[in-house]
């Protein structure tokens, strides 16, 4: 797995979780690379502080889709 770009590592991101009042709890964060079109979700805690990268996982596109108009009926 390929880390996300230093200056995101060292940002939170979108939290994803919360690790509550649990002191070696872990929160997870998203981390969106718009350019390289990839996702990261970056998993910080517990007691040592371990930081683990997942991804990069594709980013989707979505398209907008088009509602055909609203048409009537008299009744």
Partial sequence: MASPPADMLHTLGTPLSDMGHVAD?????????????????VEQGGFAGTTKVFGPLPLPRCTP???????????
């Fill in 25 to 41: 709890g872990y929160q997870q964060f998203l981390h969106v690379d718009t350019q390289a079109r990839a996702v990261y979700v």
């Fill in 65 to 75: 889709t088009t509602l055909p108009a609203a048409t009537t009926t008299p009744r």
